[in-house]
């Protein structure tokens, strides 16, 4: 009897759901390298929580900053940024630089982990 209890208790898996959030995240990657001015909707579609957070901590960040914020969040490195940007990997690091004093992030915390929290 207490095999069924455990298997009744396990969260049933939605492949359907599962796959779409799957091509979600491989159109928002594609999105990102071709520096598309899609990227902020697919993505404010896909993860409308992630601005809904952002604004509570700070409501006048402009599109520019959120898509960056999105790159944080996606994890990608400086050098990744900036060459999906066309931009120096120092331009980045000033941007990152910024970007943690508008949003009070301290310089010893690491700003991807704290976006991966958010």
Do not use: H
């Not at 492949?15 to 990227?39: C, G, H, M, T, Y």
């Not at 990152?96 to 992030?105: D, P, T, W, Y």
């Amino acid at each position: 009897m207490r095999e069924n209890i455990m298997k009744n208790d396990k969260p049933e898996i939605n492949l359907e759901e599962l796959n779409q959030k799957i091509f979600a995240q491989d159109e928002i990657i594609s999105l990102v390298k071709e520096n598309s001015p899609r990227l902020l909707n697919k993505f404010r579609l896909v993860y409308p929580d992630f601005f809904d957070k952002l604004a509570k901590i700070q409501t006048d960040l402009k599109n520019s900053e959120l898509i960056f914020c999105i790159y944080l969040k996606l994890n990608l490195s400086t050098k990744e940024i900036a060459t999906y940007t066309y931009v120096t990997p120092k331009a980045i690091q000033n941007r990152k630089n910024r970007l943690r004093k508008k949003l009070n992030i301290a310089s010893d915390v690491d700003i991807y982990k704290w976006f991966n929290e958010l």
